[in-house]
């Protein structure tokens, strides 16, 4: 990641804006139960008034943060389909047979198993990479690799081939 504006990919988008809008409700929410306190009575009250400041704090940073990257995407642009980069969705297939539509992001999020990490070494493998390009990168079982099959959204079953592939699997055909 280069400091210039990166672009993001439509789901990308679509999950940090719906945390942002969950983020702004949440500190409504927090906001008001500070607002309607106007005495602040023993210990425990001012230490409960604290920590709800303190959250308020936590979720104006990332509200911040979140926006900023928001506007960043939009001086960005849209993502490239001819060439992996932050924001892409890739789909590759690796040496099994199996074929995966994945996204190039920034950060992992937990329940997304779609999304690799830029700094990944899949992710690493990737960015820079057109359709057709072979990838090396190391996995916790030792060294693997994976044929980018198309950039851009998740091709239909039959495109899913390289060139390559489909010649290999034709002259396949043609042996039965």
Not at 146 to 159: H, K, L, Y
Request: net charge negative; no cysteine; charged share 35%.
């Amino acid at each position: 990641m280069t400091g210039d504006p990166e672009p993001i990919g439509a789901a990308a988008r679509r999950a940090l804006e719906q945390e942002l809008a969950d983020l702004r409700d949440e500190r409504r929410l927090v906001d008001g139960t500070l607002r309607d306190r106007t005495d602040v009575g023993d210990q425990a009250d001012q230490a409960d008034q604290l920590q709800r400041a303190n959250q308020l704090d936590r979720l104006d940073r990332r509200i911040e943060a979140i926006t900023e990257r928001l506007r960043r995407a939009n001086l960005a642009g849209p993502a490239s389909t001819d060439v992996v980069g932050v924001g892409s969705t890739v789909t590759v297939r690796f040496p099994d047979g199996s074929v995966e539509t994945l996204q190039i992001g920034e950060l992992a999020e937990a329940l997304d198993q779609n999304l690799v990490t830029a700094d990944s070494p899949l992710g690493r493998a990737l960015l820079g990479r057109r359709a057709g390009d072979a990838v090396r990168f190391d996995t916790p079982d030792g060294p693997s690799s994976a044929v980018v099959v198309s950039i851009g959204e998740r091709p239909e079953q039959e495109d899913t081939q390289t060139p390559y592939e489909e010649e290999r699997a034709e002259t396949d055909r043609e042996e039965d």
